[in-house]
């Protein structure tokens, strides 16, 4: 189920908030930016035994690849922690060789 919720400030623009509900796991809240519609965060809230812990993940630096924008900078937060990864290059449907998925095939 979504439902739009209003307009919200994320990094010094106007953004689209979603709230999604799904049947099962938590509850999410999309931030799209006005300008260009493209997600600019999500947050969530597990249930834990201390009570809700809040996650948030910003998405940045979008660059299109074969057609398809992608954040190139993703953000994740939550109280006491912030971490983050930056891409450099991004490859779509190369070829892979199966035995790199297999453990015991892909040892040196």
Do not use: C
């Not at 812990?53 to 937060?77: A, N």
Request: neutral net charge; aromatic residues 12%.
């Amino acid at each position: 189920n979504l439902t739009f919720l209003g307009k919200a400030s994320v990094r010094d623009m106007d953004a689209y908030v979603i709230q999604a509900t799904p049947v099962n796991g938590p509850v999410e809240k999309l931030f799209f930016d006005v300008r260009t519609g493209l997600l600019v965060r999500r947050y969530t809230e597990s249930d834990t035994p201390l009570g809700k812990l809040p996650l948030q993940m910003d998405y940045e630096d979008y660059r299109e690849v074969d057609g398809i924008k992608q954040p190139f900078l993703i953000h994740w937060s939550f109280p006491g922690r912030v971490w983050g990864r930056k891409i450099d290059e991004i490859k779509q449907n190369i070829p892979l060789d199966d035995a790199k998925f297999n453990p015991i095939l892909s040892r040196p």
